[in-house]
């Protein structure tokens, strides 16, 4: 590896004897970062390190004029070229949304990372934890379970709001909501108020099988709340520290704007 390298911020990118890209990376200090490859331990920390100058035949860099352009560019770079030793930012397109419909006294829920099979949908998201999200998702499905009625799936496919393709697309509809929860829902999904949240947990109070179950429901609530906090209001947060007014935010805009968000 070069020995007279830079000091300044920049994005680098390692090769393999084919001359694939096998890895991208970005560094405050080109020269210091490059130096900790040359000196990887044999221990965990330094494993994937380890790996990567074991299979690189050479790398390259590029000189940036500041850490925040070279995160931007190296989250740029692995989304074009999703490069094998690259994962965080390489699958942007498998960020969820969730989607809702009203019609009259119904309510429909989407989970998808396709929102362009759903047009009947109003998305929100675009999210970047699939597990906090889903988890979000399912709890809040599991508790409207309890103050509404589930429209059948068979309903839901008469009605073309289920696509031909549905996996890891989840779509769930009920009847008799009130009208009350319905108008804070899109609010609380968008990061406004979190208002959709605590009148839900009065109207849980008045249902028998929540009460009885009330750890629970508690559980769910709590998986909720942890949805909010970690990427329904992050991504308000961004969204209001860039100025960025489209919405829902494209997937592979939603690293770029918390990367802006954080140079602010």
């Known amino acids: 590896m070069h020995l007279e390298l830079p000091t300044e911020p920049g994005v680098y990118r390692f090769f393999n004897e084919s001359g694939s890209m096998i890895y991208i990376g970005k560094a405050k200090n080109l020269r210091r970062r490059i130096s900790q490859y040359r000196n990887a331990k044999r221990c965990k920390a330094h494993h994937k390190m380890r790996k990567i100058v074991s299979e690189a035949t050479h790398f390259e860099f590029e000189i940036c ?55 009947a949908f109003q998305f929100h998201g675009a999210f970047r934890s699939r597990y906090r999200t889903r988890e979000g998702f399912f709890s809040l499905i599991e508790l409207v379970r309890l103050i509404g009625h589930s429209i059948p799936r068979n309903h839901l496919q008469k009605k073309g709001l289920l696509p031909a393709l549905m996996k890891h697309q989840y779509v769930y509809g009920f009847r008799q909501i009130p009208k009350e929860w319905k108008l804070k829902l899109e609010a609380f999904l968008k990061g406004d108020s ?38 329904i209001l992050s991504l308000k947060n961004a969204r209001d520290r860039t100025h960025h007014s489209s919405y829902p935010v494209l997937q592979k805009e939603r690293d770029l704007i918390f990367i802006q968000a954080k140079a602010v």
Not at 94 to 110: S, T
């Open 65 to 119: 004029a500041s850490e925040t352009q070279a995160l931007t560019l190296e989250t740029q770079l692995i989304q074009q070229h999703r490069p094998k030793w690259n994962v965080a930012g390489a699958f942007f397109f498998l960020y969820p949304l969730i989607g809702i419909r009203f019609e009259a006294d119904d309510v429909y829920f989407c989970y998808t990372t396709q929102p362009e099979l759903f047009p």
């Open 194 to 231: 979190f208002e959709a949240i605590e009148a839900l947990s009065l109207l849980l109070l008045e249902n028998a099988s929540a009460t009885k179950n009330a750890k629970d429901t508690q559980d769910l609530l709590r998986a909720i709340r942890r949805f909010w906090r970690h990427e």
